[in-house]
């Protein structure tokens, strides 16, 4: 067994792994990404978890403390860990999602994005907001590389 099979052996990671890794490093740097840009609209960390969880409670999530952070830090991570996996699962029938894994991640995160934005959070307890280009342009641009681009790198790496 030569050396570069043996790297390659030890950087393989099971499918299993890479969903837990990928979805970990982009709800992280989703986070990161979300606590920043909403910054600017005068969020805190915690009031941009708790719009999370207002996903699932309404309003009432913004008055519910660190609990309702928890929970929306626990929704976010969930949501996460099942884009990774269907990027995963994907891959298992696409190669071509391995072989481009860096394109196919940009555009998966976009559409995750899109997807979430678009089709999940209209039928929330979500209230409406106002249209925010920067926002948007943060949001579909941070999920390219934050989201889809981490997935596809851990997913690329499943044996």
Do not use: C
Not at 63 to 82: D, E, K, N, R
Request: net charge positive.
């Amino acid at each position: 067994m030569n050396n570069a099979t043996v790297l390659a052996e030890r950087q393989a990671l099971t499918k299993l792994e890479a969903t837990f890794w990928g979805g970990l490093v982009a709800g992280v740097l989703d986070a990161v990404d979300g606590v920043v840009a909403y910054s600017t609209q005068g969020l805190n960390p915690i009031q941009v978890l708790q719009y999370i969880a207002s996903g699932a409670l309404g309003q009432s999530a913004f008055y519910g403390g660190l609990a309702t952070a928890a929970l929306g830090a626990a929704l976010h991570f969930s949501i996460a860990w099942v884009a990774a996996a269907v990027f995963v699962l994907a891959t298992r029938r696409l190669e071509i999602l391995k072989t481009h894994a860096a394109v196919a991640g940009l555009f998966y995160g976009a559409a995750v994005y899109f997807f979430m934005n678009y089709l999940v959070l209209p039928r929330s307890a979500v209230a409406p907001s106002t249209f925010h280009l920067g926002l948007f342009l943060n949001g579909v641009i941070g999920h390219a590389f934050f989201v889809g681009l981490p997935i596809s790198l851990f997913a690329r790496r499943a044996q």
